[in-house]
């Protein structure tokens, strides 16, 4: 294992079209988070799982997004319809039940045109 | 509403100058509170957490409840520590981590 991964790394597409992220923890980790970060600016959380249940979800989650973590282990974060303003860094992270620490992966970069 | 402020986009010191990274919090709560550090193309990582009261590679974070404060320290600055600086802090319920700005730190030799 070594830690969190990102698929795919990089995606462009078209405003309006679907995309999807996977995103795969630290196999013994049960917490899993979604951050976004634009340009110039920190990650902001998005959404948080422990097991497979999604508990907290950011404002900055609108209805287009949802993410699933169907077993408790990989995730993932699904963008529908598309907008310019989606384009931005999407980052996965995990951490164990025990310990605070998050551990990253190297993100997803979206362009949308 | 919890909060991480970073004043300083950029912070460019000569080797061997002494650093400090700002950072300011606001919280309602008890606030836990890191530094996360991403090095050229690397992910982010973790540097320190206040409760461990450690330093790692040089650097130092003191919590001050009063200020509100939890400024990053080192004495003196090596050119490998040229990164993307994060401030964070994590709400009492351990589920959401509120990143600051980040603050890019450049060390000229």
């Known amino acids: 294992d070594t830690g969190v991964s990102q698929d795919p790394r990089h995606k462009i597409t078209k405003r309006g079209q679907n995309v999807t992220f996977r995103c795969d923890p630290i196999?013994?980790?049960?917490?899993l988070y979604w951050y976004r970060q634009t340009l110039g600016q920190g990650p902001e959380f998005l959404t948080y799982f422990q097991n497979e249940a999604q508990l907290e979800k950011s404002r900055l989650l609108s209805d287009r997004f949802s993410a699933e973590r169907p077993k408790g282990s990989f995730s993932t974060l699904e963008i529908q319809r598309t907008e310019q303003g989606d384009s931005a860094m999407y980052l996965c992270?995990?951490?164990?039940?025990?310990?605070?620490?998050?551990?990253f992966g190297p993100g997803t970069r979206l362009t949308v045109t | 509403a919890q909060r991480v402020t970073q004043p300083e986009k950029l912070l460019s010191v000569f080797k061997g100058a002494p650093v400090e990274l700002k950072c300011n919090y606001s919280?309602?709560?008890?606030?836990?509170l890191f530094w996360y550090v991403q090095y050229s193309r690397q992910r982010l990582q973790l540097l320190l957490r206040?409760?461990s009261r450690e330093s790692i590679k040089g650097f130092t974070a003191d919590l001050n409840k009063g200020e509100t404060s939890f400024h990053l320290k080192k004495p003196f600055a090596q050119e490998e520590d040229s990164a993307m600086y994060y401030c964070?802090?994590?709400?009492?319920?351990?589920?959401?981590?509120?990143f600051g700005g980040g603050t890019r730190l450049m060390v000229k030799p």
């Open positions: 919280y309602s709560g008890s606030p836990e």
């Open positions: 992270a995990s951490r164990s039940e025990s310990y605070e620490e998050q551990y």
């Open positions: 964070a802090l994590l709400n009492n319920a351990g589920n959401m981590l509120t």
């Open positions: 196999s013994e980790h049960n917490r």
């Open positions: 206040h409760i």
